[in-house]
């Protein structure tokens, strides 16, 4: 790992950006505003747009990887995906901290080598599923559910980028991670339809995973669709547990506080009483979120693995998992 300049301040850890996109932009404001990081450079292959990003977060511009290489402990690639691993290597190689934006590459093979070159040089390697860090779902994580079935869906209108990759490493790649995480068990069988509408790659999905454990998953994405909806539904033995991504919140309805309710309920209907409406019925209870900016709450705990030396919430084995699922799905359609 590159040496900290003399008369730096200690307790910072010196962070940079390559790629100056959208996510790139966000990044570099977030780097520039904790108090554990400073920004201290930029870099993209357009020179414009990494001009703009310096001249407005106040850092520089750098040359090239290496140079930046030479200034940071830790860094996050935004580059687009086919791009990931030659823009991660020069850090990699120097041990430098890489957190690495969706997903970690654009097939398994080249995920699988960000991994090894992360292992082999002692890096640490996040990638960035930002949804882990989604005030609702890091409620249902405390949780410590064991989900019987999980119904996802992430669908929205075009949004007129990304064209050329499909819409299952594009959007659902998002909830296979959470999936994954959610139910900690092996992927046994993939199903999946999908279609291609705009151009050569799928532009809706459906996919059903089911789990050596027996869990089973239903994925559905689209990027076709008239509404934005972002949610994930959880079935367990003891609950139910709805959440919304886009408006961070959720409620669950335990079975011990409902079962009796709905048994004497329908008991009363059997012995000719009145109807009762099933939704009055089912107590739900609100899912104690606090809110957070994901992105602040992500580089924090990437700064965090860094400080302490251990593994981040997202690892590059998580993110390869889920290319890896991604992969058999699109095989499978």
Same mark, same amino acid.
């Given at each position: 790992?590159?040496?900290?300049?003399?008369?730096?301040n200690?307790?910072q850890?010196?962070a940079?950006?390559?790629g100056c996109?959208?996510?790139g932009?966000?990044?570099a404001?977030?780097?520039?505003?904790m108090s554990?990081?400073k920004?201290?450079?930029v870099?993209d292959?357009?020179?414009?747009a990494a001009?703009?990003?310096?001249?407005?977060?106040?850092?520089?511009?750098v040359a090239?990887l290496?140079e930046?290489?030479?200034q940071?402990a830790a860094?996050?690639?935004?580059?687009?995906?086919?791009?990931?691993?030659k823009?991660?290597e020069p850090f990699?190689?120097?041990?430098?901290?890489?957190?690495?934006?969706?997903?970690?590459a654009?097939?398994?093979?080249?995920g699988?080598?960000i991994?090894?070159?992360?292992a082999?040089h002692?890096?640490i390697?996040q990638?960035?599923?930002?949804?882990?860090?989604n005030?609702a779902?890091?409620?249902?994580?405390?949780?410590?559910l064991s989900p019987?079935?999980?119904?996802?869906?992430?669908?929205?209108?075009?949004?007129?980028r990304?064209?050329?990759?499909?819409v299952?490493l594009?959007?659902?790649?998002h909830?296979?991670?959470?999936?994954l995480? +959610?139910?900690k068990s092996? /992927? $046994?069988? !993939?199903e999946?339809v999908g &279609?291609?509408?705009?151009?050569g790659v799928?532009? =809706?999905?459906?996919?059903r995973l089911?789990?050596e454990?027996?869990?089973?998953?239903?994925?559905t994405a689209s990027?076709?669709?008239?509404?934005?909806?972002?949610k994930l539904?959880?079935?367990?033995h003891?609950?139910y547990?709805s959440?919304?991504?886009?408006?961070k919140?959720g409620?669950?309805?335990h079975r011990a506080?409902?079962?009796?309710?709905?048994?004497a309920?329908?008991?009363?209907?059997r012995?000719?009483?009145?109807a009762?409406n099933f939704?009055d019925l089912v107590? +739900?209870?609100p899912l104690e /979120? $606090?809110? !957070?900016d994901?992105?602040r &709450?992500?580089?924090?705990?990437?700064?965090?693995? =860094?400080?302490s030396k251990?593994?981040?919430?997202v690892?590059?084995?998580?993110?390869?998992?889920?290319?890896?699922?991604?992969?058999?799905?699109?095989?499978?359609?």
């Open positions: 790992m590159s040496s900290r300049p003399a008369g730096e200690p307790t850890i010196p940079g950006v390559v996109g959208r996510m932009r966000l990044h404001r977030t780097y520039a505003q554990g990081t920004l201290v450079g870099y292959a357009i020179p414009k001009e703009t990003i310096a001249a407005e977060f106040g850092t520089k511009v090239n290496d930046l290489a030479e940071v860094v996050t690639i935004a580059v687009p995906t086919e791009d990931h691993a823009a991660a990699l190689k120097r041990g430098i901290a890489c957190l690495i934006e969706k997903p970690l654009r097939n398994s093979a080249e699988r080598q991994v090894e070159l992360a082999r002692g890096a390697l990638v960035g599923h930002i949804e882990r860090f005030p779902m890091v409620a249902l994580s405390k949780l410590n019987r079935f999980i119904e996802a869906v992430r669908v929205s209108p075009l949004p007129f990304s064209l050329d990759v499909g299952v594009d959007v659902m790649i909830d296979i991670d959470i999936v995480s +959610l139910v092996p /992927v $046994k069988r !993939v999946a &279609a291609s509408v705009i151009g799928e532009d =809706i999905c459906n996919a089911t789990f454990n027996g869990c089973i998953a239903n994925l990027r076709l669709a008239l509404k934005t909806e972002r539904r959880l079935f367990s003891d609950a547990v959440i919304d991504y886009q408006k919140s409620v669950i309805a506080e409902n079962v009796e309710s709905i048994r309920a329908v008991e009363q209907l012995r000719g009483g009145e009762k939704a107590k +739900l209870t /979120v $606090k809110d !957070v994901q992105i &709450a992500e580089l924090e705990s990437f700064a965090s693995s =860094i400080h251990t593994a981040p919430v690892s590059g084995e998580d993110g390869l998992a889920a290319v890896e699922v991604a992969e058999r799905i699109v095989a499978a359609m």
